[in-house]
């Protein structure tokens, strides 16, 4: 008799084990992240490029690592920090769509052709000519036809405590703290 209870209770603890191992790997992965809220004076410190202009092109495109990246180029109409900027440049971060697979990151900016922005960005160090956004989506600024600025969205979106910020007076405090 205490052999079958034995091997009953092994049982039970041997599905049981199962179970839980296989809740631990196979139920979807929640998680979260925390965004930091980043000043203008924050932004610039971190910034070695600070531009306003045009998003004249947007692609996507899938690297030999199987992410897919957006490349944005962006007319530049002023250099508000950064030297030997060209007219020309290319802003790229992760995210897009690439035939019928598409990939959203949370904290990335994502760049609207035609859109007039204000970007804090870093050089790449491999590649001329091409940068990344400071900061992620608090590195990205509309400016919308008011002169007006909007951190990380379009002029045309209504969020909830999304407030816009006189353009000038946003600029300024940006030269005060390069």
Do not use: H
């Amino acid at each position: 008799m205490n052999k079958q209870i034995s091997s009953g209770v092994n049982k039970n603890i041997i599905a049981i084990a199962s179970l839980f191992l296989a809740l631990t790997f196979f139920l979807p992965v929640s998680s979260f992240a925390l965004m930091i809220e980043r000043s203008a004076e924050e932004l610039t410190q971190g910034a070695k490029v600070i531009v306003q202009g045009e998003v004249k092109n947007v692609r996507y495109y899938k690297g030999i690592n199987g992410v897919i990246y957006t490349r944005a180029l962006v007319m530049v109409n002023d250099v508000i920090k950064g030297k030997n900027i060209k007219k020309n440049i290319t802003v790229e971060y992760e995210g897009g769509e690439v035939g019928d697979v598409g990939v959203w990151v949370e904290d990335e900016p994502s760049l609207e052709k035609g859109e007039q922005v204000l970007l804090f960005l870093t050089n790449s160090f491999w590649r001329k000519n091409v940068y990344y956004i400071v900061g992620g989506v608090l590195g990205k600024y509309a400016i919308c036809p008011d002169d007006t600025v909007r951190i990380g969205s379009s002029c045309e979106e209504e969020e909830d405590g999304q407030e816009r910020q006189n353009l000038e007076d946003f600029l300024n405090e940006i030269e005060t703290a390069d």
